[in-house]
């Protein structure tokens, strides 16, 4: 089996920190506007603790159940600064399980989860703070909103009691070559800034987009989060 070593995990951590600044540079921008979110799903508790013991403190897990094992140790293991984002696909029974962990979910796919969530929230007395996941290149396995359902649905979703909307969320398609999903990044942009002008109900400063593959192209394209697993943690090794 493949496991993470401690200063492999910190050393990869470094060089993707390093990577995030050169291309915010190339772009003009600080590296202090990209948030990097160190994808640990699939990976063993101990190599969230080498990440968290080299100062990485944002975390995506894709699985609630994962999640709430993780979340458990790592209040076992004394690891209270973690911020937890939820990155995957959410069902829509699950919804409940939502509320809690997450400092944001980025992926609300569809009117019916971010209804969901809102009204759990609101059963909750929490605020939940979410991103609106799109499918850009319209593939037909990614989830989101088409940009014309985003449209349709934003001045309605913007105005849910219980979630506060920060922006917009993508998924790339796998290219060999990264600068082939730079169109992609670049549209998820304009619909970000098309929504902020329509919608001034919403947040919308957030772009999550990039992970291991293109998050330098995704700097460059304006990304405010990239959300990177294997670039640190290697391939992923099990199922927890
Ligand atoms: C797994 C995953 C990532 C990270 O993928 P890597 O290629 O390992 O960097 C980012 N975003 C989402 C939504 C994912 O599911």
């Given amino acids: 089996m493949i496991v993470a070593d401690a200063s492999i995990v910190r050393q990869k951590l470094e060089l993707v920190r390093e990577r995030i600044a050169v291309a915010a540079q190339r772009a003009g ?44 140790l790592a209040n076992e293991h004394g690891l209270d600064e973690i911020r937890w984002h939820m990155i995957g696909s959410i069902q829509s029974r699950k919804t409940p399980q939502v509320i ?14 971010a209804d969901r969530l809102d009204r759990d929230a609101g059963n909750a007395g929490r605020m939940l703070d979410v991103l609106l996941e799109v499918n850009v290149s319209g593939e037909a396995s990614k989830h989101g909103f ?49 929504m902020a002008q329509e919608h ?16 330098e192209v995704a700097v460059e394209e304006g990304a405010t989060i990239v959300r990177v697993g294997s670039a640190i943690f290697g391939p992923r090794p099990c199922q927890l």
């Fill in 146 to 194: 088409t940009p014309e359902a985003l449209r349709n649905a934003a001045g309605r979703l913007v105005a849910l009691p219980n979630l506060r909307i920060h922006g917009l969320m993508t998924m790339a398609p796998i290219a060999e070559d990264a600068e082939e999903v730079r169109p992609v990044f670049r549209s998820l942009r304009t619909l970000r800034d098309e």
């Fill in 29 to 72: 921008r600080s590296a202090d506007e990209v948030k990097l979110v160190a994808v640990s799903k699939l990976q063993p508790f101990y190599a969230i603790e080498e990440a968290y013991a080299a100062g990485q403190r944002d975390f995506g897990e894709n699985r609630l159940e994962e999640l709430w094992q993780k979340v458990e």
């Fill in 100 to 113: 809690g962990p997450f400092v944001l979910v980025h992926s609300v796919d569809r009117e019916k989860i």
């Fill in 200 to 215: 001034s109900l919403g947040d919308w400063t957030e772009l999550s987009m990039g992970m291991t593959q293109d998050f």
